[in-house]
């Protein structure tokens, strides 16, 4: 288990190396000067090479290259082009108010997906599960900020029941934290459920083709015996693989539901950056979120392969 | 021919279609069917509800009428999102293909390029190739470009590499057959129908990648009305005036509604081992 472990471990390091790479020639694929653009069109030429010198943007490619690697060895992710703040302590400023709404997203969307995904699967080709297959696409169709917009007009304009955005730490008022919270988990969670839905129901429908399946019901198993000591057994590890791609998505969907609610994460950081054209920003932002995905996906896989001893032989 | 027989057995995907061509059709012939000068300015009826006299889904914040500003902006939304796919297809299926076929570093080169913007959420990617290049119509397509190409090249590869060992391709190389026949012959028949199905599904999440960019003020820049952009320009005023951007945002649904009903039909109806083999 730990040399596989070990050896998916280090198929991360080109991953990572690569990354760093394209992260890092971002900046530099901009057509024209990204300084130019960053001080303005009516700048002096002085002044937009005394800002090239500052930001250290003159010196050949590769020696920026190599201090930006070594400062990302330290943690460090480069300063801001507009204050020249320090990124990584803004950046861990804002990391907790993002976990907790993707992690409430991600409860929320794991209770209503498995399931309804497992029911659906049981229930192949009835009634049951068209209606199912129906309303998990029509789910993944509706636009995040639409179904946020719904919820903010009924439970906070028509019924006064919470508010419509902002954001309170736990650390300074749990109980006001949770009903700032509930609207934008449950708009995210919402959003994301309808995706782990249809891949439990799929997991769900090719064990029950499984052979094992057909010779417990020859033995007269009882169904449920079946179904919750085998059939869910079975379905496992490809469900754990499933959760870990989700958490990209919900990342991803995370950036609309921050601005929408006015939740001051990491996604709105990146909003603010791209509009004020902060590009070491976003470079540092876009980074970041690319190596939690790549974290995230290799605790599935370990999970995974935990979970299904076959997989550790490949 | 097939297709459409094929297609009328399934209700859903069938649904979806024909949703698509009406919704093309507007598309089509917008400046005939607007009801008003989507750009018409008339401050004194700014804000009016739905079912004012003359605007069936009211003014925006100009006064200017919502319905034919979500009809022109089919055009840009579904411009947007169809160019920008095929720009994905283009880019994904040709290194997908080619990393495939001609093994060794090209392949671990372009596989790990693919794999690393895999790893970013498309919306972000999306964000900062606008971020680059400002919010033109061309920027907003390359930016979804960009954002699905790792998609295409990672379907396609999976798929040729399953492919490529099966036994018609053997037989084809047997028989002295050159790479770019066997591609052209033997493989790219295999994976059409998986391209069209990824096509059809890319297409409605472009759609929404397009609203969701236009919400966050980086879709296609005024006064040209897209989707997005009417999101962008009615979320201000969204404690006073819900109905603009709840309009818009059901036609978005609608649209990629449309869109995921025929792509999720049309891979029940295409060969449907072809993604099992995947798998």
């Known amino acids: 288990m730990i040399r596989y472990a070990l050896r998916r471990l ?24 990204p300084v130019q653009a960053m001080v303005g069109r009516y700048a002096s030429p002085e002044l937009v090479e005394q800002v090239r010198h500052e930001l250290g943007l003159d010196r050949p490619l590769q020696v920026q290259f190599a201090e930006w690697v070594t400062g990302l060895a330290r943690g460090d992710l480069g300063i801001t082009l507009r204050s020249r703040q320090p990124i990584t302590p803004i950046l861990i400023g804002r990391i907790p108010a993002t976990l ?22 049981l229930m192949k080709d009835t009634k049951l599960d068209y209606i199912f297959s129906v309303t998990a696409l029509a789910g993944l169709s509706t636009p995040t900020f639409w179904s946020g917009y719904l919820l903010v007009l009924l439970l906070s304009l028509r019924w006064g029941l ?67 000591r085998y059939v869910w057994r079975h379905a496992l590890p490809s469900i754990a693989v ?34 004020e054209r902060d590009y070491f920003m976003v470079q540092a932002t876009v980074l970041i979120y690319a190596v939690i995905v790549i974290l995230i996906n290799f605790m599935a896989e370990i999970v995974h392969a935990w979970l299904d001893p076959r997989v550790r032989l490949h | 021919m097939e297709l459409i027989r094929r297609l009328r057995t399934n209700t859903l995907a069938f649904v979806g279609a024909i949703a698509i061509v009406i919704i093309l059709l507007m598309a089509i012939f917008a400046p005939v069917i607007m009801p008003h000068d ?49 720009m994905a ?28 913007l895999y790893a970013v959420p498309t919306l972000m990617i999306a964000l900062g190739v606008v971020g680059l290049f400002g ?43 050159s790479r770019l026949r066997i591609l052209w012959k033997d493989v790219m028949p295999n994976i059409l129908p998986l391209i069209m199905v ?12 397009e609203a969701g960019l236009g919400f966050l003020g980086m879709s296609v820049a005024p006064p040209t009305p897209s989707w997005g952009t009417m999101l962008n320009e009615g979320r201000e005023y969204f404690y006073s005036a819900p109905t603009m951007p709840l309009f818009t945002g059901l036609m978005v649904l609608i649209a990629v509604f449309s869109f995921n009903l025929f792509g999720d039909g049309l891979r029940d109806i295409l060969d449907p081992r072809a993604w099992e083999r995947l798998r």
Not at chain 1, 212 to 220: D, H, I, Q
Not at chain 2, 48 to 73: A, F, H, M, N, Q
Not at chain 2, 198 to 209: D, E, F, G, H
């Open chain 1, 100 to 121: 907790e709404l993707a992690g409430a997203a991600f409860f929320i969307s794991v209770v209503i997906g498995i399931p309804s995904g497992f029911v659906a699967g």
């Open chain 1, 162 to 228: 919470l508010p419509s955005s902002g954001y309170i730490p736990m650390t300074e008022d749990l109980k006001q934290n949770l009903t700032y919270l509930i609207m934008p988990a449950f708009t995210l969670g919402i959003a994301r459920a309808p995706y782990i839905a249809k891949m439990t129901r799929t997991a769900v429908v090719e064990t029950l083709q499984e052979p094992f399946v057909e010779f417990s019901r020859a033995k007269g198993l009882k169904k449920q015996r079946i179904l919750l």
């Open chain 2, 198 to 209: 990824q096509v059809t599904v890319s297409i409605s999440w472009a759609i929404l990648q």
């Open chain 1, 10 to 33: 280090a198929t991360l390091i080109p991953l990572v190396v690569g990354l760093s790479v394209v992260v890092f020639l971002y900046i530099h694929m901009m057509p024209g000067d």
């Open chain 1, 242 to 275: 499933v959760l870990g791609l989700h958490i990209a998505g919900l990342l991803g969907g995370s950036i609309i539901v921050e601005e929408l609610f006015n939740w001051p994460g990491t996604g709105r950081l990146v909003v603010g950056a791209v509009l």
């Open chain 2, 135 to 177: 919010r033109s119509v061309n920027a907003v397509m390359f930016a979804i470009g960009v954002a699905y190409s790792p998609l295409f090249a990672r379907v396609c590869h999976s798929a040729v590499v399953s492919i490529r060992e099966l036994g018609f391709v053997e037989a084809s190389r047997a028989m002295g057959a």
């Open chain 2, 38 to 86: 989507p750009n018409e300015v008339e401050t004194a009826d700014r804000f009016l509800p739905p079912g004012s006299e003359g605007y069936i889904l009211g003014t925006d914040l100009l006064g200017r009428d919502v319905l034919s500003r979500i009809i022109l902006g089919s055009r840009v939304s579904l411009l947007v999102a169809g160019v920008g796919v095929g």
């Open chain 2, 89 to 116: 297809v283009v880019i994904g299926v040709t290194f997908g293909v080619i990393a495939a076929f001609w093994a060794g570093w090209f392949e671990i080169i372009i596989m790990q390029i693919a794999d690393v």
